[in-house]
């Protein structure tokens, strides 16, 4: 199976700061990961699919990159509503898929 | 607009199966090719994939879960169930029923239509 770890996993930063999540598989899935958004007591919200393409209606300031097994979340200017818990997910070939662990995004 | 709702009893007794259906509406479970699953999450805890059955019928588990899940499809009522066997506390989690689909313009899948999520406690 294909192990997904996310750094940090936790993480204090301020309005408008520029924040940086970090997700490793444990073997390429190439360009198949996702990453979600998720607030207490929702569901998760798809913002990137494919690794770098911006789901409709999720703001230009979230951005993602990465290959194979090396992939990072970007906030460019972090906004109040941005303050969540993100998971990265790998979607390589047939299921099963795998999330990582998640990071907690706080206020600082 | 694509949603689904997840139904179920909320409390499950050990030992027991936990069983629950999810109900898709504003579009057909067979009409397209999607994957069609669950995903839970433990109170306070991560996403958990627990499994999807694709709309050829084709069924995908969790190598962790696989010898205690079933996943099903009813396309005449437009629903698809999951069933846990042999239940624990461990199986306490809210637990979402969810689409993944071909991202647009692409050949990678993505979750994009989630249920609500619907605690499910395991406890006697």
């Known amino acids: 199976d294909i192990q997904m770890t996310q750094s940090p996993s936790s993480l204090s930063a301020s309005v408008r700061d520029r924040v940086t999540i970090t997700c490793r598989a444990s073997?390429?899935?190439?360009?198949?990961l996702n990453w979600y958004q998720q607030k207490p007591g929702k569901a998760p919200r798809l913002l990137i699919f494919?690794?770098?393409t911006l789901q409709s209606g999720v703001p230009s300031r979230f951005s993602g990159s990465g290959s194979g097994t090396d992939f990072t979340l970007t906030i460019s200017s972090l906004q109040p509503e941005d303050f969540a818990t993100y998971y990265c997910?790998?979607?390589?070939?047939?299921?099963?898929?795998?999330f990582g662990q998640g990071t907690r995004l706080e206020i600082k | 607009q694509l949603q689904l709702q997840e139904s179920g009893p909320g409390l499950v007794k050990p030992s027991e199966t936990l069983s629950l259906t999810c109900s898709v509406s504003g579009g057909s479970i067979s009409s397209s090719p999607d994957f069609w699953g669950w995903i839970r999450q433990p109170p306070g805890k991560g996403l958990e994939w627990i499994g999807s059955i694709y709309y050829s019928g084709s069924t995908y588990y969790n190598p962790s879960l696989k010898s205690r899940v079933t996943i099903s499809v009813d396309t005449a009522n437009n629903q698809f169930s999951l069933k846990l066997t042999s239940a624990t506390a461990a199986d306490t989690a809210v637990y979402y029923c969810v689409r993944e689909q071909k991202c647009s313009g692409g050949a990678c899948y993505a979750t994009e239509y989630w249920g609500q999520g619907t605690l499910v406690t395991v406890s006697s």
């Open positions: 073997q390429s899935v190439d360009s198949y």
């Open positions: 494919a690794a770098s």
């Open positions: 997910q790998q979607t390589y070939g047939a299921p099963p898929r795998t």
